[in-house]
């Protein structure tokens, strides 16, 4: 009698009596499944973006709900968006990739380019051009379309980033600098040899990142240690990020939580700043977005784009007092705000 744990021992027994073209068909048809399924996937991603589902179940974005409740990994979900959101564009783009004509990496190359020359050039394409820009990278790989896209965009060679986190949480980083960044580096270097000396890059870069933060934030936390330098930059840098996602959406607007700005003012509600010792005391607390979910308690903890938010709002009488104040991100500012909660 097999034991449940010889299922595997079965099916392994089960292929090896396959025939070498049985075990290709069966494989085939295995891989046109899952393209199948894929699509499908990919419309129920487009689906959860339309309704922004995500921000009810405390996720920021619908890239981090992928992540934490779906339980893909980072790359798998930014292929998957950028497919699903083509394919709100391009619907023939969910057929393709359902026949293997296209690939959802293809399909993400595109989008990733796209949003460069969008940025680089202000270039945007119609859904028609994004159409026939797809219909070029048809049975192509990988490769072959990185270079049909780079030379219909005139892409500058590329200078890849790669970053990975080792078993002790040290991150490798593999960069590419130009002739003229390494120089200036190695100048900074040259000026820091007094007060580093023999200092490796990646000292004097933590070090040049250590005194701009201080500049910033102020120098309460000076480091002891490498470890303890190594979080502590990274602690103040975000909460540099933090300050300055909040100053460019919110202090045009009365330095409040950003989307109450035009209501408030349509409300005539006080425009009165929260003072910046208490701002940056909310951004500083260093736990992210506190936006929960009612129903599983679970928090956002977001460290992006945070804005201060009003537990009690101004418009309810919410006064700047630090314990009605929190941070939030920009996402669940604009959600809370909107749905009522
Ligand atoms: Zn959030």
């Known amino acids: 009698m097999p034991q449940d744990s010889d299922f595997s021992q079965t099916v392994k027994v089960n292929l090896f009596e396959l025939t070498n073209e049985e075990l290709h068909h069966r494989l085939l048809n295995r891989a046109a499944d899952e393209r199948r399924l894929t699509h499908q996937i990919l419309q129920l991603i487009a689906e959860v973006d339309q309704r922004k589902l995500y921000l ?11 992540v934490t409740l779906i339980g893909y990994t980072p790359a798998s979900a930014q292929r998957r968006i950028d497919a699903a959101r083509m394919m709100q564009q391009v619907p023939e783009v969910g057929s393709k990739i359902e026949n293997g004509s296209l690939k959802l990496s293809q399909v993400s190359q595109v989008q990733k380019v796209l949003r460069l020359v ?7 394409l119609l859904p028609d051009e994004k159409k026939d820009l797809l219909a070029k990278l048809e049975n192509k790989t990988g490769a072959e379309s990185e270079l049909i896209l780079a030379q219909e965009f005139k892409l500058p060679p590329q200078t890849q980033f790669r970053q990975k986190i080792q078993q002790d949480e040290s991150v490798r980083i593999e960069l590419t600098l130009s002739k003229e960044q390494i120089e200036i580096v190695e100048r900074a270097k040259a ?7 023999g200092a490796t890059l990646a000292e004097v870069i933590v070090s040049l990142a250590e005194r701009y933060v201080r500049t910033r934030v102020g120098a309460k936390s000076k480091s002891k240690g490498q470890t303890e330098t190594k979080m ?16 460019k959406s919110s202090i045009d607007q009365g330095s409040t939580s950003a989307p109450e700005g035009t209501e408030r003012q349509r409300r005539g509600v006080s425009k009165q ?4 010792a208490i701002k940056k005391n909310v951004l500083s607390r260093n736990q992210g977005c506190e936006f929960r979910d009612a129903k599983t308690g679970r928090v956002c903890g977001s460290k992006m784009f945070l804005e201060v938010d009003h537990v009690q709002p101004r418009f309810a009488g919410g006064g700047n007092e ?20």
């Open 118 to 124: 969008r940025k680089t050039d202000n270039l945007q």
């Open 56 to 66: 009810p179940m405390a996720q920021a974005s619908l890239f981090d709900y992928l």
């Open 273 to 276: 700043a929260i003072p910046a």
């Open 232 to 247: 502590k930059t990274e602690m103040k840098t975000e909460t540099e990020t933090n300050a300055e996602a909040w100053t």
């Open 191 to 197: 000026l820091l040899s007094h007060a580093l000396p």
């Open 322 to 341: 630090p314990f009605n104040l929190r941070p939030m991100c920009s996402s669940h500012n604009k959600f809370r705000y909107t749905a009522g909660c």
